[in-house]
């Protein structure tokens, strides 16, 4: 038993990503582990601008499609081979942005039916992250009725959430996110709120957190920006996570040292008051990785390069965090997913996040937790001067050590009753 039940919309933290795996390791599957996709139906086309975005850019990789609509073809293949991959009977659906709301109500239904279809005995489940603004009734009641968990975008009250997610016109999105909310409410509609931590936001955690509280959140991601543009200064693209030569982080994106100040003022709150009621998921995954647990979470695992994204023409990439050309696996008409996931490019990329890591890290005392967390966030040189020493090293490590006394106290107490 734990005193949590992990439970987010994004798989990176979701407690069903791991526990067909344990419960299913022995079924016989040439990939024995289940994966994930991110499937995005609009791509990146989005009705938003959020200024911290990392994906709208990547619309600049299909010209010639100005819509980005998946179509019934890729659909049908998309759920049939997905499903049909897995080696467990649980599969998790997540749709994916852009912003999956800007299709209608029927292609969902679409979706519905085709799972149907291939489905057989396996258990289905779908989230869905969205930015909340095309929210109706329709959506409510499709999600209420079929138990889809949504991914809700919010940073925060009205002016911390403004001062980032903005409309294609700049004009502020709050209001229209905040009707959102109560409209999920009141058709009790499962959701967990996705905040994006900035620069703007990132010195008021406890504003942020007492908020959602408020609104009856109680599954709570937080996601920190850091994105860095392209080294030539005359170009806007954001750089390649394998591009070293950049340092130039945007304007959005947190400095040293804020993040770890953010997560410990958020534990101290949430220590004091919410254990067992509110989650948050950096902190469940913390808690999992001390208690030898799979963390639920690919940033603290190991090992990565089971959590794919899929553009809307069937186009899989390595991660959401890597749709660069040159971390193309192929395309979902022509490649099988067992023959992307289980490709040398694709192994090397997972296993790199283990094997790739600079010697301060292999030093660390916090090492089994924190893992080098994220390689998309490893751009800066350690103390030795080897490359890849994660942004937020400083800021992990406050963190890790400002919640050790919390967590191994915990694990005392509680460790041996999941054994
Ligand atoms: S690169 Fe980062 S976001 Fe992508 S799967 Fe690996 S740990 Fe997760
Ligand atoms: S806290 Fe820093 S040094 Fe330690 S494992 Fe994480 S990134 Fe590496």
Not at 279 to 288: G, N, V
Not at 289 to 294: D, L, Y
């Amino acid at each position: 038993m734990l005193l949590y039940e992990l439970r987010s919309c994004n798989f990176r933290s979701s407690l069903k990503s791991y526990r067909p795996m344990q419960e299913n390791s022995r079924l016989a599957m040439p990939f024995s582990q289940p994966f994930y996709v991110l499937a995005k139906p609009v791509g990146a086309s989005c009705n938003l601008r959020c200024t911290y975005c990392y994906y709208l850019e990547k619309s600049a990789y299909y010209p010639n499609d100005t819509r980005h609509w998946m179509d019934d073809a890729t659909l049908e293949s998309f759920i049939c081979a997905y499903i049909q991959s897995q080696p467990s009977p649980y599969v998790l659906f997540t749709w994916h942005g852009g912003e999956p709301l800007l299709r209608p109500l029927s292609f969902y239904n679409k979706v519905y039916e085709l799972q149907q279809k291939y489905a057989g005995n396996r258990t289905i489940d779908n989230c869905i992250q969205t930015n909340g603004v095309l929210l109706n009734e329709g959506y409510c009641a499709f999600f209420k009725e079929h138990s889809w968990l949504v991914g809700l975008s919010i940073d925060g009250p009205e002016a911390l959430h403004d001062a980032c997610r903005v409309d294609a016109k700049g004009r502020p999105t709050f209001q229209a996110v905040s009707d959102a909310i109560h409209l999920l409410n009141r058709w009790e509609v499962q959701w967990n709120a996705l905040v994006t931590v900035n620069a703007a936001t990132v010195a008021h955690p406890l504003e942020i957190y007492h908020f959602l509280k408020d609104f009856g959140c109680t599954f709570i991601q937080f996601a920190p920006v850091v994105e860095r543009k392209q080294s030539a200064t005359t170009d806007d693209r954001l750089a390649a996570p394998n591009d070293y030569r950049s340092m130039r982080v945007t304007s959005e994106s947190l400095l040293p040292g804020q993040w770890g100040q953010f997560l410990c003022a958020l534990f101290d709150e949430w220590v004091q008051n919410d254990v067992g009621t509110v989650f948050i998921q950096h902190f469940d995954a913390t808690l999992a990785n001390w208690m030898g647990h799979p963390p639920g979470l690919c940033t603290f695992s190991r090992t990565c390069g089971q959590a794919l994204a899929m553009e809307f023409n069937g186009d899989v990439y390595a991660c959401d965090h890597y749709v660069f050309p040159e971390f193309l696996l192929g395309n979902l008409r022509t490649r099988s997913f067992m023959e992307m996931l289980l490709s040398p490019s694709q192994i090397r990329f997972g296993q790199n996040k283990r094997d790739s890591l600079p010697k301060q890290c292999l030093e660390c005392d916090f090492l089994n937790i924190c893992n080098g967390e994220c390689p998309k966030n490893r751009f800066c040189f350690d103390v030795y001067g080897e490359p890849g020493l994660n942004y937020f090293c400083s800021d992990l490590k406050h963190f890790f050590t400002h919640t050790a006394s919390w967590m191994q106290s915990y694990v005392e107490r509680y460790g041996h009753l999941r054994e």
